[in-house]
């Protein structure tokens, strides 16, 4: 490992983890990655070895069977996870940001009921806020669910953009509930389904049509969600109590940016990793490319842009461990992460020259990846009006 994305403080058995991740990322993924990519084939060996490394119990307390570690040691996971392969921490992203609002929202039935079982890997999770007509406007979203006689709840709608939505076997929806209350945003509640992994009508009422094809980010299946009178028991409702929807997610993608900035860390750190590999073997006018000036620029650039995107990165992760809010850190790392790596991606791939658009180079891979961390957890628009709304608060005029 060289100089750059090095972290400071961390315990012996935070790096005795990293180290474990590390060389399973060297060994079993990164051999087989593009080769998977390609064939947008789920890597089901390679996360049964995350399971048994206790990957999927990472943040789950030891009370409920997992490691009890801390959010900066999981986004340091998925940093090397995405440096061999963004699409393996997607996987873990979606099953660890319902793990989140498990511990921090559910009753406790609801966390002796679903983390064990998580924790060992036997669930799997997977989350939806968006729909096909709303995307980040979530206030706009139209699925629904009406209390039955009985106490229960019948859902109706149609959810988008599911990581994991197949192979997931606990999904969190988000849906309007009509509790009368005077805003928009306290009239949603989240609700958790248990569902057979699979396509197709998985239970009475619940549907998985598909996979969405993409162009990139393969592997992982990303679909829809369609709720045609589906029936719930109250006990799935999180939390127990109805209209607190909206704040349960919010606080759940505060974590996912803080993972998608590590996502996008450990593509950029990829990408550095080839570009100065292959511009140090490929030689133009008599010496290799890494010594002619331009290039050199170009390398430093890259590097100042990996760094600086894991320093945000880790702060946000640590403001949030310390029990803080930490929108505006996980906003500020997110948009700056995303355009970082994407850039660090394209100058990378400027430096293979024509190699880099041959799918024999892996670069070719990460140049279609790198788009979907612009847009993942809130496109950069949205982080900025976070960013903004927040600095305002913050810095607020007192004249």
């Known amino acids: 490992m060289g100089r750059l994305q090095s972290t400071e403080g961390l315990s012996e058995e935070q790096r005795e983890i990293l180290k474990a991740v590390r060389v399973f990322v060297d060994e079993r993924i990164l051999p087989v990655a593009t080769e998977l990519e390609h064939a947008d084939e789920y890597p089901a060996a390679i996360v049964e070895g995350l399971r048994e490394m206790g990957v999927f119990g990472l943040m789950i307390p030891e009370e409920y069977g997992g490691l009890g570690e801390s959010l900066l040691t999981y986004a340091l996971v998925v940093e090397e996870l995405s440096r061999g392969w963004m699409s393996v921490s997607g996987i873990v992203n979606t099953h660890f940001i319902l793990a989140w609002m498990l511990l921090q929202h559910g ?206 990165m880790v702060k946000a992760a640590r403001v949030k461990d310390s029990g803080a809010r930490n929108d505006l850190e996980a906003g500020m790392a997110k948009y700056l992460a995303s355009e970082y790596c994407a850039q660090v991606v394209e100058d990378a791939f400027r430096i293979h020259g024509g190699y880099g658009y041959s799918k024999e180079y892996e670069i070719e891979r990460l140049y279609r990846e790198a788009p979907m961390l612009l847009i993942g957890e809130g496109t950069a628009d949205i982080q900025r009006m976070i960013i903004g709304r927040r600095l305002l608060e913050e810095y607020a005029s007192r004249t």
Not at 110 to 129: I, T
Not at 241 to 267: H, I, K, L, S, T
């Open 107 to 312: 009753t406790d039935e609801q966390k002796q009921r679903y983390l064990p079982r998580m924790a060992a890997g036997e669930l799997r999770g997977a989350f939806s806020m968006s729909e096909p007509h709303c995307g980040s406007d979530v206030a706009a979203i139209r699925s629904r669910a009406r209390v039955c006689e009985d106490g229960g709840w019948v859902l109706d709608g149609q959810k988008m953009w599911l990581t994991n939505g197949g192979t997931s076997s606990l999904v969190a929806v988000l849906v309007r509930t009509e509790t009368g209350a005077d805003s928009v945003y306290r009239n949603m509640s989240t609700f958790l389904i248990e569902k057979t992994p699979g396509f197709g009508e998985v239970a009475p009422g619940l549907t998985v049509p598909g996979k969405i094809e993409k162009m990139g980010y393969k592997g992982v299946d990303t679909t829809e969600l369609i709720l045609d009178g589906f029936r719930l028991e109250q006990a799935c409702l999180l939390g127990g109590v109805p209209g607190r929807g909206f704040y349960q997610m919010m606080d759940g993608v505060e974590v996912g940016r803080v993972n998608v900035a590590a996502r996008a860390c450990g593509v950029a750190l990829r990408a550095f990793e080839l570009g100065i590999d292959y511009a140090q073997l490929r030689e133009t006018f008599g010496k290799p490319i890494a010594e002619h000036q331009a290039v050199q620029f170009r390398l430093a650039e890259m590097a100042v842009k990996v760094e600086a995107a894991h320093q945000m």
